[in-house]
């Protein structure tokens, strides 16, 4: 079965590659942009579903997989830093704190002309608490450039950003930026035939 991994994003690819699955990686150009005042968990399952179904329509008999992670502390949405000071004032607004790290996922079979002929969509939330952090450590790890295509401005599986990690409450991969439990268990039981396919 061809499976098409509708993101761009090297740690899911990677992960994907852990649990062994062949893949295709087409990302979705959508619109990302959506009202602020929509609950996070809302909003994640919202954009991997528009990005999806974009992809989709490009697929005949295929399981599209689409995603999208955010970082939340307090209800606030922090995205990936445009600059220097940007990220320096994000990973100063987590140290010694907990924030959300959520992750929706939208699954879909594809049939003629990439319509879709079944679909799923979930979300996952994990809750990750920073130690307190130093000048020092943050303008360090900004040197490095990490932080700047991640959102939050911290990369959990980085060599530094790991560092900062004083505990996690939830699932480790979701924070990574893919939920492979969900997944795998969701697929189980809402397209078992599929995931004995992939799996089996």
């Given at each position: 079965?061809?499976?098409?991994?509708?993101s761009?994003?090297?740690?899911?690819?990677?992960?994907?590659?852990?649990?062994?699955?062949?893949?295709?990686?087409?990302?979705?150009?959508?619109?990302?942009?959506?009202?602020?005042?929509?609950?996070?968990?809302?909003?994640?399952q919202?954009?991997?579903s528009r990005k999806g179904?974009?992809?989709?329509?490009?697929?005949?008999?295929?399981?599209?997989?689409?995603?999208?992670?955010?970082?939340?502390?307090?209800?606030?949405?922090?995205?990936?830093?445009?600059?220097?000071?940007?990220?320096?004032?994000?990973?100063?607004?987590?140290?010694?704190?907990?924030?959300?790290?959520?992750?929706?996922?939208?699954?879909?079979?594809?049939?003629?002309?990439?319509?879709?002929?079944?679909?799923?969509t979930?979300?996952?939330?994990?809750?990750?608490?920073?130690?307190?952090?130093?000048?020092?450590?943050?303008d360090?790890?900004?040197?490095?450039?990490?932080?700047?295509?991640?959102?939050?401005?911290?990369?959990?599986?980085?060599?530094?950003?790991?560092?900062?990690?004083?505990?996690?409450?939830?699932d480790?991969?979701?924070?990574?930026?893919?939920?492979?439990?969900?997944?795998?268990?969701?697929?189980?039981?809402?397209?078992?035939?599929?995931?004995?396919?992939?799996?089996?």
């Open positions: 079965m061809k499976v098409v991994l509708a761009s994003s090297p740690r899911r690819a990677l992960l994907f590659k852990q649990i062994g699955l062949s893949f295709t990686i087409d990302p979705s150009n959508v619109d990302e942009s959506i009202s602020k005042h929509t609950p996070p968990d809302q909003i994640v919202f954009l991997a179904m974009d992809v989709a329509s490009r697929h005949e008999h295929s399981l599209i997989v689409a995603a999208d992670t955010i970082v939340c502390l307090d209800q606030k949405i922090l995205g990936k830093p445009s600059d220097k000071k940007e990220a320096r004032e994000m990973l100063f607004s987590l140290s010694n704190l907990t924030h959300d790290v959520y992750s929706g996922v939208f699954v879909a079979l594809t049939s003629d002309n990439g319509n879709l002929s079944q679909s799923f979930f979300y996952e939330r994990t809750k990750v608490t920073f130690s307190a952090l130093t000048e020092l450590e943050v360090h790890y900004i040197k490095t450039g990490s932080p700047f295509d991640k959102a939050g401005a911290y990369g959990i599986q980085d060599d530094l950003g790991s560092l900062f990690v004083k505990n996690i409450d939830g480790y991969y979701n924070v990574v930026g893919f939920p492979i439990n969900a997944f795998y268990q969701h697929l189980k039981v809402k397209l078992p035939e599929v995931h004995q396919i992939l799996f089996f």
